[in-house]
């Protein structure tokens, strides 16, 4: 059984950072491409960013380009997303995610690709 647990998620300003890190628990970590999506009320879940089983790949949203940066440690099996210059818009619930089936390297923007999920983060960006 795989389980996925985010933290550091909470209230800051705009133009503020926050730091999101997900604690993923078995021995396969780096046998999974990592992805974080989020929620904001009222909205389908989206895409965030992904990296991959080696973290030499990763893949972002356009909107996140510039701001958001997701990095892996897999001795930690600990996967991170890196907010800068938060905007109220950017206010949901931040979800992580696993997939591990057969991507030839570049991790799927595609959430019905993740086969695990955590409980989600709430970020709240205050304007």
Do not use: H
Request: proline letters at 3%.
């Amino acid at each position: 059984q795989v389980q996925l647990v985010e933290s550091g998620g909470g209230l800051v300003q705009a133009g503020g950072s926050l730091r999101l890190s997900c604690a993923v628990s078995g021995r396969t970590f780096s046998s999974y491409d990592m992805g974080w999506f989020r929620q904001a009320p009222g909205k389908e879940r989206g895409f965030v960013v992904a990296i991959s089983r080696s973290g030499s790949t990763t893949v972002y949203a356009d909107s996140m380009k510039g701001r958001f940066t997701i990095s892996r440690d897999n001795a930690k099996n600990t996967v991170y997303l890196q907010m800068n210059s938060l905007k109220p818009e950017d206010t949901a619930v931040y979800y992580c995610a696993a997939a591990s089936g057969v991507t030839g390297g570049t991790p799927s923007p595609l959430s019905w690709k993740y086969d695990f999920w955590g409980q989600g983060t709430q970020v709240t960006v205050s304007s």
